[in-house]
């Protein structure tokens, strides 16, 4: 089994900033792409943003030259850093990882966190 346990989430001012972070362990034989999501009430989840193992890195549009996400391979770890965070950043926000597992063959599965709130006030 593989757990992935998210935090860094908060309350924040219009302007500030949050560093999430999200670590996988358990029955991992690799980590392949990271991501974050995320789900505001009553709309669906959403990509925010990706990287692979080899650190190549996608946003959606609306959070470019505002969010880093960055990864720490040896830690199974990843991180959003969201500066400049706006009103409508605030949701839910979810890890997801695509693990690697070996049991006489390769397969991946993918992941979720339990999510962490970031609330962005005016």
């Known amino acids: 089994q593989v757990q992935l346990v998210e935090s860094g989430g908060g309350l924040v001012q219009a302007g500030g900033s949050l560093r999430l972070s999200c670590a996988a362990s358990g029955n991992i034989f690799s980590v392949n792409a990271m991501g974050w999501y995320r789900q505001a009430p009553g709309k669906q989840r959403d990509l925010v943003a990706t990287i692979t193992s080899g650190g190549s890195t996608e946003y959606t549009d609306s959070v470019k030259g505002r969010f880093t996400i960055s990864r720490d391979n040896g830690k199974n770890t990843v991180y959003l850093q969201m500066n400049t965070l706006k009103p409508e950043d605030t949701a839910a926000y979810y890890c997801?990882?695509?693990?690697?597992?070996?049991?006489?063959?390769?397969?991946?599965?993918?992941?979720w966190g339990q999510g962490t709130q970031v609330t962005v006030s005016s």
């Open positions: 997801n990882a695509q693990i690697g597992h070996w049991s006489g063959s390769y397969y991946y599965t993918g992941y």
